[in-house]
């Protein structure tokens, strides 16, 4: 079974929009959480990762929560551009092993 | 795309037939994978390698066998291909930046008639 649950499947969001993507696992041996972007016909690229002991990252417009007692962490992407447009992927690590959740398409209407 | 390529990049056989996919590396990482790209499956692991001659099983690893004779290159065999494995392949390595974090490659897209 999936180790990892990402939701929601989809979303839409306006241009300058908040997109905001949730992940949740259950194995409490992971200590790395990134999160990859993927366009299509591509391979997915790392966007941003975080380690446990954190509970906020931000790079630029793309902010990781982490909320480690819950168990879950989310992205949320600021400004939402039409350039943001692609499938991204939440994954956990542990033992050099990542475990991906099924990926959300994120549309972005100008 | 951290210097991983992927070939063939693109393929169609037929069920029951031998594949071989390949994946190279230019910097000499220890670490490499293959993974599957499935909707609504997100990538689920296949094989992975921590040296040369050195792998070991992922998730789905039943109908895949995978071979490193030399740091650079990690191969994954479809040993008679079945029309479930029609799939996106990506190659991966992992590169040691203070944190162990995984690149992938461009992928190569099989169909299986």
């Known amino acids: 079974q999936q180790q990892v649950k990402q939701s929601p499947q989809s979303l839409i969001v306006q241009k300058g929009g908040i997109s905001i993507i949730n992940c949740a696992y259950e194995?409490?041996?992971?200590?790395?959480f990134p999160w990859y972007q993927q366009f299509p016909g591509k391979g997915p690229a790392l966007l941003i990762a975080?380690?446990?002991?954190?509970s906020e990252k931000k790079e630029g417009r793309f902010t990781i929560s982490f909320n480690k007692s819950a168990k879950q962490f989310s992205l949320h992407i600021m400004d939402s551009q039409p350039g943001d447009s692609a499938t991204y992927f939440c994954?956990?690590?542990?033992?050099?092993?990542?475990?991906f959740g099924a990926g959300t398409t994120v549309t972005v209407r100008a | 795309d951290a210097g991983i390529t992927q070939s063939p990049r693109h393929k169609v056989t037929e069920t029951g037939t031998p594949v071989t996919l390949r994946c190279h590396q230019t910097?000499?990482?220890?670490?490499m994978y293959w993974y599957r790209q499935d909707p609504g499956h997100g990538l689920r692991l296949i094989h992975y390698?921590?040296?040369?001659?050195?792998?070991d099983k992922g998730e789905v690893s039943d109908g895949y066998s995978v071979s490193r004779s030399k740091t650079e290159d990690f191969l994954l065999t479809l040993e008679s291909a079945t029309s479930s494995q029609t799939s996106v392949y990506f190659c991966?390595?992992?590169?040691?930046?203070?944190?162990?974090?995984?690149?992938f490659g461009p992928g190569t897209r099989l169909l299986v008639l």
């Open positions: 994954a956990a690590q542990n033992d050099y092993k990542l475990s």
């Open positions: 991966a390595i992992s590169v040691s930046t203070g944190q162990e974090t995984q690149y």
């Open positions: 910097e000499n990482h220890r670490y």
């Open positions: 975080i380690r446990p002991d954190v």
């Open positions: 194995n409490t041996a992971f200590d790395y």
């Open positions: 390698s921590y040296g040369v001659k050195d792998t």
